[in-house]
């Protein structure tokens, strides 16, 4: 009988997990994001439910961590988070991020600016040496008039695509809003994207994550996890 071979973004996934695990501390209330490598850190979690308080990102995550006996609770305003554990699509040699391929951008930012720290799960092909290289910056917009702010935001990103769900649909954000999703040439700037993207109106959030990153933890197809540092 032929014996099964793991897959290595499995692999790398439980890797960078077993990492990130070992961040969170008893008496912690720490932010979850969304994506595989954070459902694996979840799932690693679990049997430290009761230890430590979790907010999510996601319904997604919400209702993995519930059926783990995780605690939930609410960002009310009355805490700060100790730390907060996201995935990323992309991550540049600055600790630069592209976020939002499932679709959680808006929440994750929310959570993230709420954390005292920001360590990235993720895997090693997520590492690119320019942001957009691989994957197409997430904008979510309101939905009413998109069309009108696509073409708004045409100066900026002239290339974008509504985000369309499995049946043909589009896709709409946990909070009701729309995703276009939009090429970043070699020459964009993401400093000055960041500012300028907020100033279009109809625009909700996008998936910059710049200066927010403290640590990246990176697992290897091959096991083992690489870690990178804000300078």
């Known amino acids: 009988m032929l014996s099964a071979v793991a897959d290595p973004s499995d692999t790398a996934r439980a890797a960078a997990a077993e990492a990130a695990a070992g961040l969170v501390e008893p008496g912690m ?3 979850l994001g969304s994506g595989r490598a954070v459902w694996k850190l979840v799932e690693r979690l679990a049997d430290r439910a009761g230890a430590f308080r979790a907010v999510t990102a996601s319904n997604r995550t919400q209702e993995l961590a519930a059926s783990l006996g995780i605690e939930v ?4 305003g009355s805490i700060e988070l ?12 600055a600790l630069r991020l592209i976020k939002g391929g499932g679709g959680a951008l808006l929440r994750e930012k929310i959570v993230i600016s709420a954390a005292r720290r920001f360590v990235v799960v993720a895997e090693t092909p997520k590492r690119v040496g ?3 290289e691989h994957f197409r910056l997430p904008v979510e917009v309101v939905r009413f008039a998109w069309r009108d702010t696509r073409r708004r935001l045409a100066p900026l ?7 369309a769900d ?14 276009l999703d939009c090429a970043l040439d070699a020459g964009s700037e ?9 100033r279009v109106t109809g625009v909700v959030e996008h998936g910059l994550f710049l200066g927010m990153a403290d640590q990246a933890l990176l697992g290897r197809p091959e096991g083992g996890v690489e870690v990178l540092e804000r300078a």
């Open 29 to 31: 209330t720490v932010g």
């Open 73 to 76: 609770i609410e960002l009310d």
């Open 82 to 93: 100790d730390l907060a554990l996201d995935g990323a699509d992309e991550v540049d040699p």
């Open 130 to 132: 320019r942001l957009g």
């Open 157 to 163: 990103l002239p290339d974008s695509e509504l985000r």
């Open 166 to 179: 499995s049946d043909g649909e589009p896709y709409v954000t946990d909070e009701g809003h729309f995703i």
């Open 190 to 198: 993401p400093d000055m994207l960041d500012g300028a993207l907020k």
